[in-house]
């Protein structure tokens, strides 16, 4: 029997979530990683190696990872460690340096991607959605311009402006590896993830959408829990696919995916002071299949030390996510 080719497309958390579920199962996967970020960690490695970021990728390298064997999870904590004193370091990984340092001995950060995941010993492959240095850009619905993925992420402005227009500058060509697997795949798997920064971003890409558009894999979107502040104040269920069709193309999505539990009131709660809510379910028969299923995380999430930036109170369960996927697509 052929494992199915699993695709997972987007950044950070939450697709690592997806990453961390689907590995448990006897499949091929290929995380292609979005090249947008310049928050945190990330605005060093650009703005002082000339490098792409690595979190995104990190986080991936993380859930891929062995662990089986207690040198095998040392090496994936140690990945993961977050420096949180002194001035130099504070707030860098351990897994970005490290990867910093294989691009300057091996030279290129495509070669050290390959080399740590022979280090760690991935189930998969990771691969960037671009090797071209763009920044992000949002153009608002009241003609305001911002550039920079982290601005948008964590807006100045009134977070609650629609964004109507995302592109990068200077336009990106996708890396010829990541459409191949897209075109070869059975299943891509799309989110969840923040809509603007960590999605679309990447359908801007050149050659990405026209690959989603053109594969005979199923795709699927699986939706985020809450809404963002400065990315989609506002938006229900079905305005999420609206926006996010504009980039990938109407008539693209097969699936989508979305949770049915009740999320805590002390969650909602945390939400509400953010200026965050949850995603309303208003979707309806489409050309896709809709699937509602249990798919929250019952964990708390715990902040980092060293972590600055904001991260998300409630995610979801990367067994169920991956269990409703393999059993419903």
């Known amino acids: 029997m052929v494992n199915k080719k699993i695709v997972c497309l987007g950044g950070g958390t939450g697709t690592s979530v997806v990453l961390s579920g689907l590995k448990k199962y006897p499949v091929d996967l290929t995380a292609i990683v979005s090249m947008a970020d310049d928050g945190g960690s990330n605005r060093v490695i650009r703005d002082e190696f000339g490098l792409l970021p690595t979190s995104d990728i990190r986080q991936c390298f993380v859930a891929l990872a062995e662990n089986e064997s207690a040198s095998e999870q040392s090496l994936r904590k140690l990945f993961t460690y977050r420096f949180h004193k002194g001035q130099g370091l504070g707030g860098m990984t351990f ?3 490290f990867m910093v340092a294989l691009t300057d001995i091996f030279g290129s950060q495509t070669e050290a991607i390959k080399k740590t995941s022979e280090i760690l010993k991935i189930k998969g492959k990771i691969l960037p959605i671009t090797l071209t240095n763009s920044k992000l850009v949002a153009v608002y619905e009241n003609g305001e311009k911002i550039i920079g993925e ?11 402006l629609k964004i109507k227009n995302l592109y990068l500058d200077p336009p990106s060509e996708a890396y010829p590896e990541a459409v191949e697997a897209i075109l070869n795949s059975d299943i891509v798997v799309i989110g969840p993830g923040d809509l603007y920064t960590s999605l679309i971003s990447g359908l801007t890409v050149r050659g990405l959408s026209e690959a989603l558009m053109n594969t005979k894999a199923k795709v699927v979107y699986v939706l985020n829990l809450m809404t963002k502040y400065g990315q989609t104040s506002g938006l229900t269920a079905k305005n999420h696919i609206e926006v996010l069709e504009k980039y990938l193309g109407e008539g693209c999505l097969d699936y989508v995916l979305i949770n049915s539990s009740p999320i805590s009131q002390e969650a909602l709660k945390k939400y509400e002071e953010a200026k965050e809510l949850m995603v309303q379910d208003d979707l309806k028969n489409d050309y896709f299949k809709i ?3 249990d798919v929250l995380s019952k964990k708390n999430i715990k902040k980092i030390p060293g972590d600055v930036l904001k991260r998300s109170f409630i995610r979801h369960d990367s067994d169920k996510l991956a269990k409703v996927i393999m059993e419903n697509i």
């Open 291 to 293: 699937i509602r299923a």
């Open 150 to 160: 982290h601005l948008i992420d964590e807006p100045k402005h009134d977070g609650k």
């Open 95 to 97: 897994g970005n340096l």
